[in-house]
């Protein structure tokens, strides 16, 4: 038998494993789907970054006429007052960020032990039905909870509030000097958006924890640690960089956070007194815009609140930019 002849025969020859035989072709097909996948997902990721960058772009050129004519600082002023050209944005930046800051105080280490708890210390049979359920609070649409938080959570909360201020008020964040009535501030709003949050946070965190690897926490335990020792040593370092990327997602998410805000959050009177107070009402980026839709006139008017719109876009890109610096920093100390 001529050699060729047995390497066509070798070739048709089952694996000893009983996979199937391997045909000449494969590598060569093998290949050009290789080259497929890689052309279809950089295309995608091109196409993914062509889109942001050309949203910036129009929100650029939107507003920039409207800057132009700007008769008061737009950064620095809280005049917001389009019939007369003033355009002031202080204001909505301070709220935008205080209720996403509130979120995230109380959302982040609730979100964090919970994970622990549902991935080192909960039954099986109890840890798949809590994460579950959980996870049901991210479907729960956002008129939902600005309804609840306004006809059902402020009411009640108003007397929270007054208590911390009566205690607390000698900081400015908690005084009460001419804050709105009715509990609908700053700070109920970051409550609100912290359970908003809590399940995009907690759900990240929770698959972070659970890829810590086997070998450590059973080392850790081996050396006689305890558990607590075993998930401050082996679990919690390993899950930082996830813990980052999940608070920086759950910011994202309360940043640009719209209609639950709306219901939730009082705005304050043209010339009203605006203090630093959590306690006080106000306006974030996205409750501004979408409170004032029905307003929106050709020109100059529409271009204010589309500068509005690229202050929160860059803000929030910036948000997650920074968080990209953070954890490839991690990574590179932890390599």
Do not use: C
């Given at each position: ?10 070739d048709?020859?089952p694996d ?5 035989p ?9 290949r ?11 295309g995608?990721?091109?196409i993914?970054i ?8 129009f ?5 920039i006429?409207a800057?132009?004519?700007d ?15 003033k ?24 979100a964090?032990?919970?994970?622990l708890f549902?991935t ?10 809590a994460?579950s359920?959980i ?6 649409p ?43 501030t ?29 070998a450590?926490?059973?080392a ?5 640690a ?8 082996a679990v ?7 813990i980052?990327?999940a ?5 994202g ?13 009082s ?9 630093w ?21 050709p020109?100059?008017?529409?271009g204010?609140?589309v500068?509005a ?6 803000l929030?890109?910036l948000?997650?930019?920074?968080a990209r610096?953070?954890?490839e920093?991690?990574k590179a100390f932890?390599?």
């Amino acid at each position: 038998m001529s050699s060729s002849t047995g390497a066509s025969l070798a070739d048709e020859l089952p694996d000893p494993d009983g996979r199937p035989p391997l045909r000449g072709d494969g590598a060569g097909t093998g290949r050009r789907g290789d080259r497929l996948f890689a052309g279809a997902a950089t295309g995608s990721g091109l196409i993914v970054i062509a889109m942001v960058v050309l949203v910036g772009l129009f929100l650029l050129f939107q507003a920039i006429p409207a800057i132009g004519e700007d008769k008061v600082n737009f950064l620095t002023s809280r005049q917001w007052q389009v019939s007369a050209r003033k355009f002031g944005i202080v204001q909505m930046l301070w709220t935008t960020v205080a209720t996403s800051v509130v979120a995230l105080v109380i959302a982040v280490p609730f979100a964090v032990a919970i994970a622990l708890f549902l991935t080192q210390y909960a039954p099986k049979w109890l840890s798949g039905a809590a994460a579950s359920l959980i996870d049901l609070l991210a479907a729960v649409p956002s008129i939902v909870y600005g309804l609840w938080g306004y006809f059902i959570v402020a009411p009640k909360f108003e007397h929270v509030q007054s208590w911390i201020s009566d205690v607390f008020g000698w900081i400015p964040l908690f005084d009460r000097v001419g804050g709105v009535g009715g509990g609908t501030t700053i700070f109920l709003a970051g409550i609100v958006l912290s359970i908003m949050v809590l399940p995009i946070v907690t759900a990240l965190t929770r698959e972070v924890f659970n890829q810590a690897p086997m070998a450590h926490r059973e080392a850790a335990l081996a050396l006689g640690a305890t558990k607590w020792e075993m998930i401050r040593t082996a679990v919690l370092p390993f899950g930082k960089t996830g813990i980052i990327s999940a608070t920086m997602l759950g910011l994202g998410r309360a940043l640009g956070e719209t209609v639950a805000v709306l219901y939730i959050l009082s705005s304050l009177p043209e010339g009203s007194k605006w203090t630093w107070s959590l306690f006080n009402g106000g306006d974030t980026f996205a409750s501004k815009i979408a409170n004032s839709a029905s307003e929106f006139t050709p020109g100059l008017g529409t271009g204010a609140y589309v500068a509005a719109g690229l202050v929160l876009f860059v803000l929030t890109f910036l948000v997650n930019a920074l968080a990209r610096v953070v954890i490839e920093r991690k990574k590179a100390f932890t390599e």
